[in-house]
């Protein structure tokens, strides 16, 4: 019995992720913020450990696990280095997965098996410099030309696209938007530098640039005209690893505010003896615990196959609300220190802003969540 009603398998999971994001990334974590590195072995590591291809098909590579275990996976990570989180949840949530659920099988032999393993690693290119919101209208264009297509365009804000091998990006063809793999060093293909961002630092965002790219026609993603569909599909799962990742960071600042709280004193009593103090801290953890639930549950539809486009909007959406506001009351409870360097809470802050924006603004995660509640209303 256990209050999360998590299987055996996926406790041992959890508590092994917690043990070597605890002992392995956390100390890294203030390090990784102040020099804004990607640590390459580190990810390496995560690919040896199978973390890379956490939930994808055992039969390339991957590790099998569902989606429940999944997000507890990525919540420890988080909890540890948002920015380790933010990087292994486009490669793993998004790029392995869409290649695991839509790849022809020459596609998955020929990058799936380097994704899982670490040998490679993956972005995921959706948002354009005009708009990320409305995703569904890119203005870059694939052209047939042969047996191949010419890409021209451009996208922004990529994780990982400093450092990334396999690039799966949309652009608009006869009958819709498609998917296109992409790999570093294409001709036409330029990578922009890492963009400097409030936080996620050592998890390289960056421009990317594509100036007549000629790609195989194989290198197509599922059907021409699919591709805003699979990637939306990806995305509704992604919700809710991005949701569990937000519950990582939350819990951290949580944490830190207890034990900051009990160590603190003013008045000759530790700060924890005031109401003031505790009773946000109380707060903050009944949201985190109803943010962990909600997306625990919509994980758990996924594995179950259950559509969950309106529940993983949902704990995204909860789940980043009440995040900031539980990193906000951390910072507020270390007082002074909160606004320094020294305790990670303003770090927490700075990465979990992110999740406001990122995989679908709070104010689409509504859009999402009111059209499945009143119909699809014009813009
Ligand atoms: C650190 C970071 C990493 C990222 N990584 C990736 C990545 O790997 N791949 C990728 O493809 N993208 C990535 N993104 C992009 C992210 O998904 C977009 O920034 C996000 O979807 C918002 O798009 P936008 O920035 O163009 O804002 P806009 O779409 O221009 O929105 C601006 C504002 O208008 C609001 N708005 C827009 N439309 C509506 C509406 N209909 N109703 C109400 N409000 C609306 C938005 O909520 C927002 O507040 C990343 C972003 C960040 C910050």
């Known amino acids: 019995m256990n209050k999360y009603h998590l299987t055996n398998d996926q406790l041992d ?19 990784l913020d102040s020099t ?9 590591e995560l ?28 919540e420890e990570v988080s909890k540890a280095s948002g920015a380790v989180g933010n990087s292994l949840n486009a490669h793993m949530s998004l790029v392995a997965t869409l290649l695991d659920e839509h790849g022809t099988l020459e596609q998955k032999n020929k ?34 030309y042969g047996d191949s297509y010419v890409i021209s365009g451009s996208k922004a ?33 330029q990578i922009g530098p890492s963009d400097h961002k409030m936080g996620m630092h050592g998890s390289p965002t960056t421009s990317l640039y594509f100036d007549e790219v000629r790609v195989p026609a194989e290198n197509m993603l599922g059907e021409q005209g699919t ?39 003013q008045f ?23 943010a962990r639930l909600l997306t625990l549950n919509a994980a758990r539809m996924y594995d179950q196959g259950m559509p969950i486009k309106m529940e993983s909007a949902m704990a995204k959406y909860f789940a980043a609300e009440i995040a900031l506001k539980v990193c906000d009351m951390a910072i507020t409870v270390h007082g002074g220190y909160g606004y320094y360097a020294d305790f990670p809470v303003e770090r927490y802050y700075r990465d979990v802003k992110c999740y406001h924006i990122a995989e679908g603004t709070s104010q689409i995660q509504r859009l999402v969540i009111a059209r499945q509640l009143l119909g699809r209303h014009p813009l």
Do not use: H
């Not at 006869?174 to 001709?187: K, N, Q, Y």
């Not at 009593?269 to 953890?285: D, L, R, W």
């Open 157 to 189: 804000f990529i994780t990982n696209g400093a450092i990334a091998d396999v690039f799966l990006i949309t652009a608009k063809t006869e009958g819709g938007v498609s998917a296109f793999i992409l790999e570093r060093g294409m001709p036409g293909f």
């Open 227 to 265: 591709g805003f569909k699979a990637f939306a599909k990806a995305l509704d799962c992604g919700r809710v690893k991005v949701a569990s990742m937000i519950v990582g960071l939350a819990q951290a600042a949580l944490e830190a505010a207890i034990e900051y709280s009990n160590e603190r004193t």
């Open 111 to 144: 990058y799936l098996f380097d994704l899982t393993s670490g040998k490679k690693f993956g972005a995921f290119g959706l948002t354009e410099p005009s708009g990320g919101s409305n995703a569904g209208a890119p203005k870059t264009k694939a052209v047939p």
């Open 13 to 31: 999971a959890w508590k092994a992720v917690k043990k070597y994001a605890k002992g392995r990334i956390e100390p890294l974590a203030k390090e």
């Open 47 to 74: 690919g040896e450990m199978g973390y890379l291809g956490a939930t994808q098909s055992v039969d390339f590579g991957g590790s099998g696990c569902d989606a429940v275990t999944g997000c507890l996976i990525l």
């Open 268 to 290: 000759d009593k530790p700060i924890a003896a005031f109401q003031g103090v505790s009773f946000p801290i109380a707060e903050a953890a009944t949201q985190v615990e109803a």
């Open 36 to 44: 804004d590195e990607f640590l390459l072995e580190l990810f390496k």
